[in-house]
């Protein structure tokens, strides 16, 4: 889309807003009644686009992104009458006689970018959020995952004008069109580097933005665990989309003592879950695809390290011996390879891992409970899982963003409520009713009734 049609967007989507019928939750209610609808009639175009994509299976194509767009709608659609209520707050009685609430209003004109890991649940989660706050919204779904981003648009457009929902199709330059546009919030999905781009963006017009982005998120494997568990749950939480998964396992530390132990169940897992290549997802396109192979050469490969060029597939994989400063050692993996680490002072680990930047995820394998509490109260980052991995993404009642470099701010059921609305503060006095005392001129008495309620 050429940037004059952009602009011409934004202003029609802002004329849209300004007519106020987006304030109406019975409005807001039925559009997300007709947006399921739609998206079960093309339930099947959906997990089609997502095999054509990434390879996703049909019951990881529902389980990951379409189920949890049902879930979403279905939980706003339960709450939106509490989330909106205005909330009263108690008033000081020296501000007598006045009431004092808190109102949820929509920004506006919302502008989505969403990536292509997971590009239905990430495009639909946060639009149908900034909808049931009351905004219009523009969404631009990734280039990479174009057979998704295509039946998305076909979906949008059954249920909704381009004045109040329209999707962007394009590459970076339609991205850098839209990042300069006057819209009133920015929620952006992607990488550290080009998030940094958004906020020097955002900043030309002052918009509040969401940032969610990535990083390296480790997982810990300490002396006292059920390597069993931690096995299983590893080789889930780092394979699965072929690994391509912004809070997969990035590296695993073990303590020395049970490393050849978990490396052992960590290949017994990787037989049971993917028997052959066949059964992994695949990698978006061929330039990733490079970038996540030519990571093999910076470590010794212990486990794996198959790959069909044709079908961009790469097996899952473990390493050791990680060349220290290389690209596997420093930047995030974003596919199916797992460094291997060991450790031998859990405090020394977690004050080494404190001074890098902060994930978006960690998770710890434990069953010593000072470590898991030391772990849940110290650790900087965005969210984590203890004796699991991923699954905190599956709760919408907890909320989900990154600390520092992973992120800005979060979003999920009401906090996504809360991310796309203005808290407006409002105090409401009587015109009845007016007492002097603020009021010049200033005498002892008025003084001292001031000194009795401030003090």
């Known amino acids: 889309m050429e940037p004059q049609k952009i602009k011409s967007l934004v202003e029609k989507q802002k004329a849209m807003f300004n007519t106020h019928r987006t304030l109406s939750l019975a409005f807001r209610k039925e559009k997300l009644k007709q947006l399921k609808k739609e998206i079960q009639r093309q339930q099947k175009q959906v997990e089609e686009a997502l095999w054509l994509d990434l390879g996703k299976e049909k019951m990881e194509a529902y389980m990951c992104e379409i189920g949890l767009v049902y879930e979403s709608i279905d939980f706003m659609l339960k709450h939106l009458d509490r989330l909106a209520k205005p909330k009263r707050v108690p008033t000081p009685l020296f501000l007598f006689p006045s009431c004092s609430k808190i109102i949820s209003i929509p920004y506006g004109c919302v502008l989505i970018v969403s990536p292509w890991n997971y590009p239905f649940l990430l495009s639909m989660q946060p639009m149908i959020e900034a909808l049931v706050a009351g905004n219009t919204v523009i969404l631009k779904p990734s280039n990479y995952s174009a057979h998704t981003s295509r039946v998305i648009e076909e979906i949008v457009h059954q249920v909704f004008p381009a004045s109040y929902v329209e999707v962007v199709q394009g590459g970076r330059q339609e991205n850098q069109a839209l990042f300069h546009q006057n819209v009133d919030s920015i929620f952006f999905t992607g990488s550290p580097k080009v998030g940094q781009e958004v906020m020097k963006a955002a900043s030309e017009h002052l918009v509040p933005i969401t940032l969610e982005l990535g990083g390296k998120s480790p997982c810990i494997?300490?002396?006292?665990?059920?390597?069993?568990?931690?096995?299983?749950?590893?080789?889930?939480?780092?394979?699965?989309?072929?690994?391509?998964?912004?809070?997969?396992?990035?590296?695993?530390?073990?303590?020395?003592?049970?490393k050849r132990a978990l490396l052992q169940q960590i290949e017994h897992q990787i037989r049971l879950q993917y028997p052959n290549l066949k059964a992994m997802g695949k990698i978006i396109d061929q330039k990733h695809f490079e970038r996540v192979r030519s990571l093999l050469a910076d470590g010794e490969i212990v486990y794996?390290?198959?790959?069909?060029?044709?079908?961009?597939?790469?097996?899952?994989?473990?390493?050791?011996?990680?060349?220290?400063?290389?690209?596997?050692?420093?930047?995030?993996?974003?596919?199916?390879?797992?460094p291997i680490y060991e450790y031998e002072d859990f405090d020394d680990l977690l004050n080494t891992l404190a001074n890098k930047p902060h994930p978006l995820a960690a998770y710890l394998f434990s069953k010593n409970k000072a470590h898991i509490q030391q772990f849940e109260n110290t650790f900087p980052c965005g969210g984590s899982c203890v004796n699991n991995t991923i699954l905190h993404l599956a709760n919408i009642h907890l909320p989900f963003g990154g600390l520092q470099s992973s992120g800005l701010g979060h979003y999920h059921g009401k906090y996504g409520f809360e991310r796309f609305s203005h808290q407006k503060s409002v105090l409401r006095s009587s015109s009845l009713l007016d007492l002097p005392i603020p009021y010049r001129p200033y005498t002892k008495g008025k003084e001292a009734i001031i000194q009795l309620f401030l003090k």
């Open 304 to 338: 794996g390290g198959e790959y069909d060029e044709d079908s961009l597939q790469i097996a899952p994989t473990l390493i050791e011996n990680v060349k220290k400063d290389s690209a596997l050692d420093l930047e995030e993996i974003f596919g199916p390879l797992l």
């Open 221 to 258: 494997v300490d002396q006292e665990v059920n390597l069993v568990l931690a096995a299983k749950k590893i080789v889930f939480g780092k394979f699965l989309n072929a690994g391509q998964t912004c809070v997969a396992v990035d590296h695993v530390y073990v303590h020395r003592s049970q």
